[in-house]
Every structure is written in C-alpha cells, then in structure tokens.
C-alpha cells in the first residue's frame, strides 16, 4: 500500500480530534483503520470513537 505521508497525518489528525478526552481508556481501543476497494478507487479509513460518537476520515490510497 502506497499512501502519502501528508494525507495519512492529514486523516489520522482529523481522526484523534473524534477520539475522547478519557485517560482511563488507552487510544488503541478508540482507534482503527481498515482499507476499502470501490469502482472510484481504493481508500483508507482511519476510524476513531469516544465510546458514544463514531467518526471516520478516509484518503485515497494508489496500490495494486
């Protein structure tokens, strides 16, 4: 998989503002990312929750 380095901080930037704020949840367990083929294109979908809201950012990613 090739991805940019400017747009995986850009996404997972965006995604830790959907983390929450609780210290007594470590963020890999508010944290995911996965990767997703459609006819546009592939992407990558980093996930984040602050156990109650679910936010996702995605990016395209250029691989085969």
Do not use: H, W
Not at 2 to 11: F, G, P, W, Y
Not at 13 to 42: D, H
Request: aromatic residues 8%; hydrophobic residues 35%.
């Amino acid at each position: 998989m090739n991805i940019k380095t400017s747009d995986l901080q850009k996404v997972v930037n965006l995604a830790i503002k959907g983390c929450g704020q609780n210290s007594q949840i470590p963020l890999t367990q508010l944290f995911g990312l996965r990767t997703v083929a459609t006819e546009e294109g592939n992407y990558l979908i980093v996930g984040s929750t602050d156990t109650i809201n679910y936010f996702y950012a995605k990016t395209e990613i250029n691989s085969d």
